[in-house]
């Protein structure tokens, strides 16, 4: 294995300037040798972060991958097209690290799966809200038998007024899905994560859309507004019992933004946002508020990406492996397909 790893961007927008780049620019065992994005003025920004020279920058991601010598591709474009150039990325002989919601269907991931398994390199998911320390102390809480056995989780990621106006995230070309692929995917993937994955079975939900396609105190162009929800509401059943409800919306008439992941169990609960412990003890019901004291790592996404590059150098796993994004897309899929139906679907 050589002495830097060489990185190659495929999607050069804010997310992988803002978020991923930042983190890559940490490691010294790492460095951004290629960029590819449609956009001239993305990848013209992305190279003044970067430093990626003018010749190794592309507007063709297949051109990128038989031009440069990588061992790693960040892939950050649009929901719609995460699965084709990670696939591609991993057939050229490179890890793979995704963004969030790792594909746009369930068929998708399996088929990024199959081609991980061709390649025998490894495709993580980004999930960044996975490497707070506060995420990171509550799994250890729950592990340790904290809260006992988890039957039942809240996932909420709810925005009063909060559509994206800027980006392709509005656009059903372009993302697919609204707030439920785009922020609803996170608290969904902390809430398994928290509980171990189980096995999902079935799904009930229901989309919405009634204030984000008419003028409104938002931003965003209402008119160029696509995709087919703002809010998403649902309810998920596993195989051993446990139950998960879930909501995300972009907009909605409450009295602010409601974030939370709560897990239930019979010995106690956790708490996210305010990151909290329930136990019962001494005759009480104790709600407890931890000092996390230090975590040791970079938080966020430039843990994770830590973490991914760890796994590529000892032969260690995905931090966040495609199994269990599949999980998570099984359930977001089924949310769509509910609502479509208009009732409970196997997933």
Same mark, same amino acid.
């Given at each position: 294995?050589?002495?830097?790893?060489?990185?190659?961007?495929?999607?050069?927008?804010?997310?992988?300037?803002?978020?991923?780049?930042?983190?890559?620019?940490?490691?010294?065992?790492?460095?951004?040798?290629?960029?590819?994005?449609?956009?001239?003025?993305?990848?013209?920004?992305?190279?003044?972060?970067?430093?990626?020279?003018?010749?190794?920058?592309?507007?063709?991601?297949?051109?990128?991958?038989?031009?440069?010598?990588?061992?790693?591709?960040?892939?950050?474009?649009?929901?719609?097209?995460?699965?084709?150039?990670?696939?591609?990325?991993?057939?050229?002989?490179?890890?793979?690290?995704?963004?969030?919601?790792?594909?746009?269907?369930?068929?998708?991931?399996?088929?990024?799966?199959?081609?991980?398994?061709?390649?025998?390199?490894?495709?993580?998911?980004?999930?960044?809200?996975?490497?707070?320390?506060?995420?990171?102390?509550?799994?250890?809480?729950?592990?340790?038998?904290?809260?006992?056995?988890?039957?039942?989780?809240?996932?909420?990621?709810?925005?009063?007024?909060?559509?994206?106006?800027?980006?392709?995230?509005?656009?059903?070309?372009?993302?697919?899905?609204?707030?439920?692929?785009?922020?609803?995917?996170?608290?969904?993937?902390?809430?398994?994560?928290?509980?171990?994955?189980?096995?999902?079975?079935?799904?009930?939900?229901?989309?919405?859309?009634?204030?984000?396609?008419?003028?409104?105190?938002?931003?965003?162009?209402?008119?160029?507004?696509? +995709? =087919?929800? @703002?809010? #998403?509401?649902?309810?998920? /059943?596993?195989?051993? &019992?446990?139950?998960? !409800?879930? $909501? *995300?919306?972009?907009?909605?008439?409450?009295?602010?933004?409601?974030?939370?992941?709560?897990?239930?169990?019979?010995?106690?609960?956790?708490?996210?946002?305010?990151?909290?412990?329930?136990?019962?003890?001494?005759?009480?019901?104790?709600?407890?508020?931890?000092?996390?004291?230090?975590?040791?790592?970079?938080?966020?996404?430039?843990?994770?990406?830590?973490?991914?590059?760890?796994?590529?150098?000892?032969?260690?796993?995905?931090? +966040? =492996?495609? @199994?269990? #994004?599949?999980?998570?897309? /099984?359930?977001?899929? &089924?949310?769509?397909? !509910?609502? $479509? *139906?208009?009732?409970?679907?196997?997933?």
């Amino acid at each position: 294995m050589r002495e830097k790893l060489r990185v190659g961007f495929i999607g050069t927008g804010a997310i992988a300037r803002n978020s991923h780049m930042p983190g890559w620019l940490k490691l010294s065992n790492c460095e951004i040798v290629a960029l590819c994005d449609v956009s001239e003025q993305a990848t013209a920004a992305a190279a003044e972060v970067t430093k990626v020279a003018k010749g190794h920058i592309y507007s063709d991601y297949e051109q990128m991958l038989a031009a440069e010598d990588l061992d790693i591709v960040d892939v950050c474009t649009p929901n719609r097209f995460h699965a084709p150039p990670s696939i591609a990325a991993l057939e050229a002989g490179c890890h793979v690290i995704v963004e969030k919601p790792v594909a746009t269907s369930a068929d998708e991931v399996r088929a990024m799966i199959a081609a991980r398994d061709a390649s025998q390199k490894l495709l993580c998911i980004v999930q960044n809200m996975r490497y707070s320390n506060e995420a990171i102390a509550a799994k250890r809480f729950v592990e340790q038998g904290g809260i006992g056995d988890a039957y039942w989780a809240k996932a909420e990621y709810l925005r009063a007024r909060g559509v994206p106006a800027w980006g392709a995230f509005i656009a059903e070309e372009l993302s697919a899905g609204g707030p439920c692929y785009d922020i609803g995917v996170h608290v969904l993937d902390l809430a398994l994560h928290l509980m171990g994955f189980p096995e999902p079975i079935s799904v009930s939900a229901n989309t919405w859309l009634e204030i984000a396609n008419r003028p409104s105190v938002m931003a965003h162009n209402p008119k160029k507004y696509t +995709v =087919p929800e @703002e809010l #998403a509401a649902g309810f998920a /059943r596993f195989e051993n &019992g446990v139950c998960v !409800s879930i $909501g *995300a919306s972009w907009a909605l008439n409450a009295t602010g933004n409601l974030n939370n992941v709560s897990v239930f169990g019979t010995e106690g609960g956790v708490q996210m946002f305010p990151f909290t412990l329930v136990r019962e003890d001494y005759g009480m019901l104790l709600n407890c508020t931890p000092q996390v004291i230090g975590g040791g790592g970079a938080g966020g996404h430039a843990e994770e990406i830590a973490q991914f590059v760890n796994a590529i150098t000892t032969g260690g796993s995905a931090p +966040v =492996p495609p @199994e269990q #994004a599949l999980i998570t897309q /099984r359930i977001l899929d &089924g949310i769509y397909k !509910s609502a $479509g *139906a208009g009732h409970e679907v196997t997933v």
